[in-house]
């Protein structure tokens, strides 16, 4: 038997049916209008922010890192709740634009942006994080041709790595950034272009649980920030510093303690370079604000043995969930929290296999875990999927259909 990841606090220790934002399971499935289904519980994303404004000094600005979740109605949600959005592409900004987000808070960046996008992003005031000494030349000539002002921040490609990352996206060799010595260079240069020079982005990782190498990222990030800044001689605006908190997944994770965190960032901004004395400051997170919001239903379409081993063979599976399959950037396969939704406090008395419907070994959800008695019809949940699941996920790949995504508030359904 292998164990499931921690079920999320707001699910664990349910009785019975398994209740989203107060809903039954099977109500869910009713206005969903069929399964598999993702719902987002937009309350529970609000008490992450919230708890993120406790813990975090007052002056950080929080934004919402939009690939992550990009469904409109959690984009609203978090664009009300939190300070800006950070984009990864024209897409993201065109429906961020159509959710009507303030442009002097969104950001966008990404390390192969084409003119159209740099074009949308420029012409709507966004800021772009550049990547590269290229492409901050076709964003200048770009904001030359319509007459704009580009807002532009470079995006640092630091010495150092978020430690112990799910993703590593700094240190060494990296297609994201400037590497951190040609930063001054190239600051100087759209400077005397006549840019609006927000100032740097230096986002080191994600995934992370661990709230000492955080901290050791974030105090690293501003003192190079004050680095840059001096050699530059003019002091930035702003300095993202990068997000990267994770969430638990797997049995061996534990969550992140972000009020340590927010104890040595305070630390760290009360100690730094003057100056920096004036700088906003802001963190963007993704996963840590939606990621547990969120739960993944699939119905079991059948229960079947094969050589002494159960399977459940549900309608949901990889082509929804890449990650909850282990296969998006895991290492090594090991289960999410999942249950059987429809009998949340029953007692385990099998063990089986969660697979999905396509044709290949890779479509499973859980590996032999310990169930109760789950028949034909009953619901599969799979928790800790607000973040990275439906749009990271290969939808077209079998041609089954796509799942639904509904959303719930105050105890109220949306589409
Ligand atoms: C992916 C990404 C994020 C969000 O990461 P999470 O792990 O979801 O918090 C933030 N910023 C940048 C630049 C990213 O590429």
Redesign the pocket.
Known sequence: MKPIGPIPPAFSGQQGELEIGGIPVSELAERAGRTPFFVYDLDLATAQVERFRAALPAEIHLHF?V??NPHPSVIQHLMDKTDGL?M?SGGELERVRDCGADMAHVSF?GPGKRDPELELAISLGATLNLESETEAERALAIGHRLGVTPRLAVRVNPDFELKGSGMS?GGGAKPFGVDQERVPALVEHILGKGADWRGFHI?SG??SLDADAISESQEASIALAAKLALAIGEAPKSVNL?????IPYTANDTPLDVEAVGARLSEALAGRDPILADTQFMI?????LIGEAGVYIARILDRKMSKGALFLVTDGGMHHHLAASGNFGMVMKRNYPVAIASHMDGEAVEEATVVGPLCTPLDRLAADIAVPRAEIGDYVAVFASG??GLSASPVNFLSHPTAAEIVVKGGKITK
Not at 242 to 246: I, W
Not at 284 to 288: A, P
């Open positions: 890192a690939k992550a950070d990864a960046a996206m986002y994600s995934q990068g997000g990267g908190f994770g963007e997170l993704g996963r840590w973040a990275y």
